[in-house]
């Protein structure tokens, strides 16, 4: 098995958050643009005893994106 590379994941998760920051400072901008995805109300498993929820839900944007390409590059660099 492959070994994970934890500071990829981190710098990964880093872009996509900074990303998503500078698209909610600038709203009306190109960098805004995005899709989102996943489930709209949360699955609810109920065993009796204990009740799971489960949810899930991505709103990628321009701006993530581009937060993950500069990620991938300061990744290059540091490695």
Known sequence: MKRVNWLLVWLVLIGFVLGTVIAQIFPGSFMSYGQEFGLNS???LDLGFMVL???LKFH???AGICGVIIAFVVYRFIR
Request: proline fraction near 11%; charge should be negative; aromatic fraction near 12%.
């Open 60 to 62: 990628i944007t321009l």
């Open 53 to 55: 929820t489960f949810g």
């Open 42 to 44: 949360p699955v609810e």
